[in-house]
Each structure stands twice: as structure tokens, then as C-alpha cells.
């Protein structure tokens, strides 16, 4: 029956977008994650009556009738919101306020992107994310330092002894993208670009309409806890409803086989 293979691609739907809610959920309180949602796309109609048909009486009809054959997920699509920033006191936490990402280079010799602030020196002195990955342009900060300021603008400066005077040491640059919907997640807080999200231009922030870096401060997730819950309830409903349908067709199949 048609009517079971509709329930059945809806049932499937709504359990890819509770798998992606329940993502969502779990990454609360990731640093700088950007929740996603499950985009969806009807599929193709059984013509039945066409529209604008000659009815018996020689009338135009003003509906036609077609008859839907369920629904398919078509994509996640992330969406790229500001979310909240966290004062953590951290002088190597850095948020960006606005547009753009930070660049990390891979062990590949690739660049993902990423708007996890959360940085740390490795043994040389360089300035690296959570997992050991270089920052982009790499900057280096001196042994002696005795205090690092991260401006604005993305300076970076460096107070050592015997000196009033800040030494700047590097400077960071953001990277932005045409559609940074359409770039891809690859995990670790991380994104590459793709054919979608069209070539990375980077730029000094605070210029060129890129973000501005905020120091000692963290950018939270912008997922909304309370409306991920509402849209899990949500989809729990129609997974039921789905889940009844397929139930009410497979006896009512059952009892036509037994009626013939």
C-alpha cells in the first residue's frame, strides 16, 4: 500500500532529525560549535486529477488531485549564529565577535577553520589549539614573556622584563567564506572548506566586514537547549504518529488477506 510506504519514509525523517537534535543537545556546551538542523524535501505526487481539467459538466477544474508519496532528508545544514561569549580570564582564550574563523594547520599540511578560541603554547613557544594544531599564521611567543595582550585587531603583543614597552610578536587573521553553511564539519571543532562554501579570504579583524577577537573570552555554542528540547518533543510525536500509521496499514492489509 502506498500509504505504508509514505509512513515509512516518514519514520525514517523524523529519525534523522532526532539523531540530529539529539547532536545538538550532546554539544551544548561545546566551545564555539554552531548547532545543525535536517533539511527535508517531499517526493514526487501521483497525478490523479490534472489541475485546469475539463470536469463532465465542460468546467475548468480548480484543483487537481495529487496524492504525495512521503518525504526524504535531503541535508543537515549547520547554522552559522554568534553564540554567547564566556569571560574565562584565559589570556590565550581568544572569541571572535562577527564573521570569520580561525585558520589551524593540519598535519596534512592542510587548513581547517574553526571559531574554538581555546589556545594553549606548545613546547617551542607557538601558539597551537587543543589538540597540538599550529594556529595560522603561526606566532610564537617568547619564553620570558611575562604577560601576552591579544588586541582587537588580532595583534598580538608580548610584555618582557626589564621592559615598559609591549613587543608586538604576530598578528592573527580571520578567514570568511561566501556560504560558510557549505562548509564541511570533519569533528575536533572543525570545518574545511568545500566546492559549496567557495575559497577562504582571510583579513586582519575588524576590517573588510570580518569579526573582531576578544580576549580572555570564549564563544559558547549557539544551540538553545530549551528549543531543541520543544523540537525533540516534536519529533517524537511524529515518529509515533508515523510509527501508528504502519501499524494501522499492516492490519488493515492483514485483514483484507483474510477477507479474500
Same mark, same amino acid.
Request: glycine share 10%.
Given at each position: 500500500?502506498? &500509504?505504508?510506504?509514505?509512513?515509512?519514509?516518514?519514520?525514517?525523517?523524523?529519525?534523522?532529525?532526532?539523531?540530529?537534535?539529539? $547532536?545538538? +543537545?550532546?554539544?551544548?556546551?561545546?566551545?564555539?560549535?554552531?548547532?545543525?538542523? /535536517?533539511?527535508?524535501?517531499?517526493?514526487?505526487?501521483?497525478?490523479?486529477?490534472?489541475?485546469? /481539467?475539463?470536469?463532465?459538466?465542460?468546467?475548468? %477544474?480548480?484543483?487537481?488531485?495529487?496524492?504525495?508519496?512521503?518525504?526524504?532528508?535531503?541535508?543537515?545544514?549547520?547554522?552559522?549564529?554568534?553564540?554567547?561569549? +564566556?569571560?574565562?580570564?584565559? &589570556?590565550?582564550?581568544?572569541?571572535?565577535?562577527?564573521?570569520?574563523?580561525?585558520?589551524?594547520?593540519?598535519?596534512?599540511?592542510? %587548513? =581547517?577553520?574553526?571559531?574554538?578560541?581555546?589556545?594553549?603554547?606548545? &613546547?617551542?613557544?607557538?601558539?597551537?589549539?587543543?589538540?597540538?594544531?599550529?594556529?595560522?599564521?603561526?606566532? *610564537?611567543?617568547?619564553?620570558? /614573556?611575562? &604577560?601576552?595582550?591579544?588586541?582587537?585587531?588580532?595583534?598580538?603583543?608580548?610584555?618582557?622584563?626589564? =621592559?615598559?614597552?609591549?613587543?608586538?610578536?604576530?598578528? %592573527?587573521?580571520?578567514?570568511?567564506?561566501?556560504?560558510?553553511?557549505?562548509?564541511?564539519? !570533519?569533528?575536533?571543532?572543525?570545518?574545511?572548506?568545500?566546492? /559549496?562554501?567557495?575559497?577562504?579570504? *582571510?583579513?586582519?579583524?575588524? +576590517?573588510?566586514?570580518?569579526? *573582531?577577537?576578544?580576549?580572555?573570552?570564549?564563544?559558547?555554542?549557539? !544551540? $538553545? !537547549?530549551?528549543?531543541? +528540547?520543544?523540537?525533540?518533543?516534536?519529533?517524537?510525536?511524529?515518529?509515533?504518529?508515523?510509527?501508528?500509521? %504502519?501499524?494501522?496499514?499492516?492490519?488493515?492489509?492483514?485483514?483484507?488477506?483474510?477477507?479474500?
Amino acid at each position: 500500500m502506498l &500509504s505504508l510506504w509514505i509512513a515509512k519514509t516518514g519514520l525514517d525523517g523524523q529519525n534523522t532529525r532526532l539523531g540530529v537534535i539529539s $547532536n545538538n +543537545l550532546a554539544n551544548s556546551s561545546t566551545t564555539g560549535y554552531k548547532r545543525s538542523r /535536517a533539511v527535508f524535501n517531499d517526493l514526487l505526487y501521483q497525478n490523479l486529477r490534472q489541475v485546469g /481539467a475539463q470536469s463532465s459538466q465542460s468546467t475548468e %477544474i480548480p484543483t487537481g488531485m495529487y496524492l504525495g508519496t512521503g518525504v526524504r532528508v535531503v541535508g543537515t545544514q549547520k547554522i552559522h549564529q554568534q553564540g554567547n561569549l +564566556l569571560n574565562t580570564g584565559n &589570556s590565550l582564550d581568544m572569541a571572535i565577535q562577527g564573521r570569520g574563523f580561525l585558520q589551524i594547520l593540519q598535519p596534512d599540511g592542510s %587548513i =581547517s577553520y574553526t571559531r574554538d578560541g581555546s589556545l594553549q603554547l606548545d &613546547s617551542t613557544g607557538q601558539i597551537v589549539n587543543i589538540n597540538g594544531f599550529v594556529l595560522q599564521p603561526a606566532i *610564537t611567543i617568547p619564553n620570558d /614573556a611575562v &604577560s601576552v595582550t591579544i588586541g582587537n585587531d588580532g595583534t598580538v603583543s608580548v610584555l618582557q622584563p626589564a =621592559s615598559t614597552t609591549p613587543t608586538q610578536v604576530g598578528t %592573527i587573521q580571520l578567514a570568511d567564506f561566501v556560504n560558510p553553511t557549505g562548509l564541511e564539519p !570533519v569533528g575536533d571543532n572543525m570545518f574545511r572548506q568545500s566546492v /559549496a562554501s567557495g575559497t577562504a579570504t *582571510t583579513s586582519n579583524p575588524g +576590517l573588510n566586514g570580518f569579526g *573582531t577577537v576578544i580576549q580572555g573570552s570564549l564563544e559558547t555554542s549557539n !544551540v $538553545n !537547549v530549551v528549543e531543541e +528540547l520543544v523540537s525533540m518533543i516534536e519529533t517524537q510525536r511524529a515518529y509515533e504518529m508515523n510509527a501508528k500509521a %504502519i501499524e494501522t496499514a499492516d492490519q488493515m492489509l492483514a485483514y483484507l488477506t483474510q477477507t479474500l
